[in-house]
């Protein structure tokens, strides 16, 4: 599945350091959160996201899981770290359970 991860590599888009440094601690702060669709985030929890290339310069600047590559598809911070909470989730087979508990405590409040 691709969820539209990009890829920023030392032959593509960066050109400034300063530059990815200053929107890396904006991502930080918030400063470019939107809200995030649930099935989005379930799809990249069963799926995953992909990797980085590894001449990823982003990441080289900003730090494993700060790259422009996880920032295209998570707006915030906290919607990374709850992507890699899900994900480990996923992979250790408990969150098939954990998505059946919580729709079930939905079907009840109806």
């Known amino acids: ?3 539209g991860l ?3 590599s030392k032959n593509g888009m960066i050109k400034d350091i300063e530059q990815e440094r200053d929107i890396t601690e904006r991502w930080y702060a918030g400063e470019y959160a939107q809200t995030m669709k649930l099935s989005t985030l379930i799809e990249a929890a069963k799926f995953g996201i992909g990797e980085c290339d590894e001449t990823c310069l982003s990441r080289e600047i900003s730090g494993e899981g700060n790259c422009m590559c996880v920032r295209s598809i998570f707006t915030h911070p906290e919607f990374y770290m709850l992507y890699t909470r899900l994900r480990q989730m996923y992979v250790t087979g408990r969150f098939v359970s954990l998505v059946n508990e919580a729709l079930g405590d939905m079907n009840a409040d109806k």
Do not use: A, E, F, G
């Open 1 to 3: 599945m691709d969820l």
């Open 6 to 8: 990009k890829k920023y």
